[in-house]
T-cell receptor, first 113, second 111 residues
Framework: DGGITQSPKYLFRKEGQNVTLSCEQNLNHDAMYWYRQDPGQGLRLIYYSQIVNDFQKGDIAEGYSVSREKKESFPLTVTSAQKNPTAFYLC????????????FGPGTRLLVL | SQQGEEDPQALSIQEGENATMNCSYKTSINNLQWYRQNSGRGLVHLILIRSNEREKHSGRLRVTLDTSKKSSSLLITASRAADTASYFCATDGGGADGLTFGKGTHLIIQP
C-alpha cells in the first residue's frame, strides 16, 4: 500500500511544550513539504526539502523546525516559540522538484490545551 | 504568499447541474493544478494544465487556462453529492518551493 502517512491524527499541545508531527512516505519521492491550513484558508508552506539532508524555509517557518535524515521521513516539530499553533498540518511529497504534482497525507490536527 | 485566488468562495448547486470555479493568479507560471479536499482530509490532485495548454479534460472535469488573463476555470459536469468538497487551484512558478495555493472554493452539491 503506497502513500503518505501522518501521525497522530489529533495532537494536543500544552503551553511551552514542543511537539513533533510525523510524516512518512513509501513513494520513493525526493521532495517533501509541510503546509499549515487554518479554517477557511488555503495552504501556507512551512518547510520543504528537495533531497535528504537538505531543507529550506517556506513562507511561515518561524516557530517550526524539521529534519530530513531519511528519504522516507520528514518530521515537523512545533516549538514553544510558535504562539498560535492550532491548525491543520499537511505533509506532501513529489517525485522531484521538477515533478510538480504533489501527493498529500491525511493531515494532523494540532490543538492547544 | 498566496498567488491563486478562487472565485466564488462558496458555491451551492443541485445535483446534476454543472459547477464552475475560477482561479486568478498574478505572476507567470509553468503550470496550474487543481486539487480537491474533503472535510478534514488531505488534498487530492485532480488535474494539471501546462502554460502552453488551453484546455484539458479528465472524466467529468474540464479545465481551461488563459495565460493572457492569468486565469483558469474548473468545470465539473453532471455534479454528484460526492463532489461536495473544497477545490483549490495551485500555481507552479518554477521556484524551488513548489506550489502556491489559493484559499479554495467550497462546493456543496444539494441532493
Amino acid at each position: 500500500d503506497g502513500g503518505i502517512t501522518q501521525s497522530p491524527k489529533y495532537l494536543f499541545r500544552k503551553e511551552g511544550q514542543n511537539v513533533t508531527l510525523s510524516c512518512e512516505q513509501n513513494l520513493n519521492h525526493d521532495a517533501m513539504y509541510w503546509y499549515r491550513q487554518d479554517p477557511g484558508q488555503g495552504l501556507r508552506l512551512i518547510y520543504y526539502s528537495q533531497i535528504v539532508n537538505d531543507f529550506q524555509k517556506g513562507d511561515i517557518a518561524e516557530g517550526y523546525s524539521v529534519s530530513r535524515e531519511k528519504k522516507e521521513s520528514f518530521p515537523l516539530t512545533v516549538t514553544s516559540a510558535q504562539k498560535n499553533p492550532t491548525a491543520f498540518y499537511l505533509c506532501a511529497s513529489s517525485i522531484s522538484r521538477v515533478q510538480e504534482t504533489q501527493y498529500f497525507g491525511p493531515g494532523t490536527r494540532l490543538l492547544v490545551l | 504568499s498566496q498567488q491563486g485566488e478562487e472565485d466564488p468562495q462558496a458555491l451551492s448547486i443541485q445535483e446534476g447541474e454543472n459547477a464552475t470555479m475560477n482561479c486568478s493568479y498574478k505572476t507567470s507560471i509553468n503550470n496550474l493544478q487543481w486539487y480537491r479536499q474533503n472535510s478534514g482530509r488531505g488534498l487530492v490532485h485532480l488535474i494539471l494544465i501546462r502554460s502552453n495548454e488551453r484546455e484539458k479534460h479528465s472524466g467529468r472535469l474540464r479545465v481551461t487556462l488563459d495565460t493572457s488573463k492569468k486565469s483558469s476555470s474548473l468545470l465539473i459536469t453532471a455534479s454528484r453529492a460526492a463532489d461536495t468538497a473544497s477545490y483549490f487551484c495551485a500555481t507552479d512558478g518554477g521556484g524551488a518551493d513548489g506550489l502556491t495555493f489559493g484559499k479554495g472554493t467550497h462546493l456543496i452539491i444539494q441532493p
